[in-house]
């Protein structure tokens, strides 16, 4: 058995076992990013020292485009809808901005700690409410999605799903909300380079916004994601989506 200190990283061996120890704590790695990722990134930052090495606050549109057809493909989600990120977590704390403090928040306990967090530091605070509980600490099979897109409709809900997982799912339950019918007219995802391609330490992600949501006067949210984006961000790493734009290069990347 080995202890180990999260905030040193120390760990203390109590009981000599033959068993093979691994971290499952935040932010590790499992294997060294591949060698074709790495490449481009570093061709990639020789062009900084080009007149043409800074890309703005837009993503490359090629990145988008590469993201939308592989995880998005007949989902009707184009590269317009992409927005790159520099993670998931980013993106959720600046969703909480977009939203703002006079809303209600429901997620599902337990839950990851971002979430409930960057919703504190905007001012909400937590509220138990039943209808809302009993779509949390279930596994979101597609029947349960479907229940949980029509009561956003219901409601007038927003759905913000984080698919940062998606890879590790292996039958046919639903790798994106999008798979559920009416799901772009409620619903947005977030999801992270760092599950498909060990970018804990890069950091790169993007958020899917489809056309089709939008307020109750007809606004699109994706256009005040957008403003929020411009004023909050200046962009994800051109190094990192280089290197994103290489994960495509890879079979075992795509699903």
């Known amino acids: 058995m080995i202890v180990c200190n999260c905030q040193t990283k120390k760990c203390t061996q109590v009981e000599v076992s033959d068993a093979q120890v691994i971290s499952l704590g935040i932010g590790d790695t499992t294997e060294p990013i591949p060698e074709v990722i790495t490449s481009a990134m570093s061709k990639r930052s020789y062009a900084l020292s080009t007149v043409d090495g800074y890309s703005g606050y837009g993503a490359e549109q090629q990145l988008r485009a590469a993201i939308a057809s592989t995880y998005y493909a007949d989902l009707g989600i184009e590269e317009d809808d992409i927005f790159v990120s520099d993670g998931a977590k980013s993106d959720i704390s600046r969703l909480q901005v977009l939203f703002g403090s006079n809303v209600t928040m429901a997620v599902q306990d337990p839950s990851y700690p971002a979430y409930v967090d960057s919703s504190v530091i905007l001012g909400q605070t937590g509220q138990f409410q039943k209808e809302v509980e009993k779509y949390g600490n279930i596994e979101y099979m597609r029947e349960q999605l479907t229940k949980l897109v029509q009561f956003a409709k219901e409601?007038?809900?927003?759905?913000?799903?984080?698919?940062?997982?998606a890879m590790y799912v292996s039958d046919d339950s639903p790798r994106s909300i999008f798979e559920i019918p009416g799901a772009k007219e409620v619903a947005l995802e977030v999801s992270s380079f760092s599950k498909y391609a060990g970018f804990t330490g890069v950091r790169l992600g993007w958020t899917a916004i489809p056309k089709e949501l939008?307020?109750?006067d007809g606004f699109p949210v994706a256009k005040d994601f957008n403003r929020?984006?411009?004023?909050?961000?200046?962009?994800?790493?051109?190094i990192a989506q280089a290197g994103g734009l290489a994960c495509f290069q890879l079979k075992a990347l795509r699903p």
Do not use: H, L, R
């Open 214 to 216: 939008v307020y109750s």
């Open 228 to 238: 929020i984006v411009c004023t909050c961000f200046n962009g994800a790493s051109n």
């Open 155 to 165: 409601n007038g809900s927003i759905i913000v799903y984080d698919s940062a997982y």
